[in-house]
């Protein structure tokens, strides 16, 4: 039986265009095509903001852990204050980068393998950071990422590290028995979808046919 390929990335996507306030039908669709073409694309503004932001903290968690002190040179970003940066790094110093999980999960007769890669796991936890321009409470409650890490990884502990630039907030999920119901619920929406968009199940049935 042929396995399909499924991100926090792509079921996030879908579920952006189905809720998206900010866009257009047209654009939002676009931008869930896009994802589903696993095309390589520039990243636009505010996901370079993103980039820059991490990579900041990375290069300050990694000082930290080497020197015990903070960098005499520090990431010049135009968008944020370094002390967020600097409290950000703190949380995450001595974690690990850029770790790979991946797991098999199976919804009704279709298998698929769930696979993410972190911002960085610290003992029990994993983190992940994030820049935005708007921030409420509960902003990744429904995002399918901590799930997916945490069901993937098995660790007890998610954290969303997020920032403005001018402040910083913590979002912490965990793990239970409820995790794997969630996903498997996320992916049945998804899959339900694409029956009735046929240019969009086409792309994902071409594009995302796992190699593992």
């Excluded at 189905?18 to 939002?28: A, C, F, I, M």
């Excluded at 993103?50 to 900041?56: K, S, T």
């Excluded at 098995?154 to 402040?167: A, T």
């Excluded at 793990?175 to 929406?189: M, R, T």
């Amino acid at each position: 039986m042929t396995k399909y390929l499924l991100t926090p990335s792509l079921l996030n996507s879908f579920s952006y265009y189905l809720q998206d306030e900010w866009k257009g039908p047209e654009e939002s669709r676009a931008d869930f095509l896009k994802t589903l073409s696993r095309e390589r694309f520039w990243p636009n503004e505010a996901m370079q903001r993103g980039i820059d932001f991490e990579n900041a903290i990375c290069r300050v968690a990694e000082h930290l852990a080497k020197y015990k002190c903070e960098p005499d040179c520090v990431p010049a970003l135009e968008f944020a204050n370094y002390q967020i940066v600097k409290k950000i790094a703190d949380q995450v110093c001595y974690g690990l980068w850029q770790q790979s999980v991946k797991k098999e999960i199976k919804v009704g007769n279709q298998e698929f393998l769930l696979y993410g890669r972190t911002d960085v796991i610290k003992r029990d936890t994993i983190y992940d950071i994030k820049y935005t321009g708007n921030y409420e409470l509960g902003k990744f409650l429904d995002s399918s990422q901590h799930l997916i890490y945490l069901y993937c990884s098995d660790l007890p502990n998610f954290s969303y590290l997020i920032s403005d630039g001018k402040d910083w907030w913590k979002e912490d999920y965990y793990n239970n028995e409820q995790v794997e119901d969630q996903i498997k619920s996320k992916i049945a929406d998804f899959m339900s979808y694409l029956e009735n968009d046929l240019e969009a199940k086409e792309m994902f049935l071409t594009k995302w046919e796992s190699k593992q």
